[in-house]
């Protein structure tokens, strides 16, 4: 039992999908609608690697019914012998998932393949990378997001096909891809089943974010999807405080381009305040020979 049950804890893998906003939600002072459930999963994976976790959030498309179980489904078929997972509770405003990087400079990767065609070409890239480095030092934070350069590795956390089951390719992607259910992107990480020294958040090893290149974006609502997904890259999860955070789940995952103060308060909560500069370093040994 007790090998069991520490397998289990050990290997969870999870995404999260967010939902298509409306353009007519957008800057709109009209009642807004509740906001569509964001999918979010959660899968135990075995390997060669050993047990993992992953997580899936997702955001889906405005005025369309999206259809959580064919996304899950989508996940569930590419990793063989997952393991679904109970969702997780939610706190009174931000959510956290968890978890957290042990070193906050995050390196990523964007994958151009497929990119939407309602862009002009680079626009698309751009605002990515302006999502990205919106969370850079956000809240006095230390976290950093370090773009690294293209790729050709496609994203989606779909692990290597030959081996039996999801090995991280250990590289952070974004990048393009047809989701099913309606949904216009997710965010899937994968953690280690050990915690950060020092904290009560297991380590996040890997992100990758998916976004579908067939819903018409404008760039601000590109930039803000993007700006949630990266959210969830950080272990935030979708805020209970909404309209109001960028982690809001649903149609109103697009409306923020920068931070919120309650997606800052998660973020503090996780990663704390970047420490002062370090004063000039002195000896703190007498300068004598020792050996
Ligand atoms: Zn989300």
Do not use: K
Not at 215 to 231: I, K
């Amino acid at each position: 039992m007790a090998p069991v049950r520490r397998a289990i804890l050990a290997a969870a893998m999870l995404a999260a999908a967010v939902l298509l906003p409306s353009a007519a939600l957008r800057g709109s002072t009209a009642a807004q609608p509740p906001a569509p459930p964001g999918a979010r999963f959660a899968f135990l994976l075995t390997g060669p690697a050993g047990p993992r976790i992953l997580e899936v959030a997702a955001v889906a498309a405005p005025g369309r019914p999206a259809d959580p179980a064919a996304l899950a489904a989508a996940i569930r078929a590419a990793h063989p012998g997952a393991i679904p997972l109970p969702p997780r509770s939610a706190s009174a405003a931000y959510v956290l998932d968890g978890v957290r990087w042990r070193d906050p400079l995050v390196p990523w990767y964007y994958a151009p393949a497929g990119a939407p065609p309602s862009l002009p070409p680079g626009e698309a890239f751009e605002r990515i990378r302006r999502a990205a480095e919106t969370w850079n030092g956000a809240g006095g934070t230390p976290v950093r997001f370090d773009y690294r350069g293209e790729t050709a590795d496609g994203p989606g956390c779909r692990g290597d096909p030959a081996a039996v089951s999801y090995t991280p390719d250990g590289r952070n992607v974004v990048g393009w891809d047809e989701i099913p259910g309606n949904y216009l992107g997710y965010t899937c990480w994968v953690r280690s089943a050990s915690l950060v020294e020092g904290t009560p958040y297991f380590e996040l090893l890997e992100f990758d974010i998916v976004l579908d290149p067939r819903y018409p974006y404008t760039g601000d609502l590109l930039q803000a999807l993007a700006l949630h997904e990266f959210g969830h890259a950080l272990g935030l999860g979708h805020s209970d405080r909404c309209p109001g955070a960028a982690m809001c789940a649903g149609e109103l995952a697009t409306v923020f381009t920068e931070p919120q103060p309650d997606d800052l308060a998660g973020l503090l909560a996780l990663y704390g305040r970047q420490p002062p500069p370090s004063l000039p370093r002195r000896a703190l040994v007498p300068a004598i020979a020792r050996d």
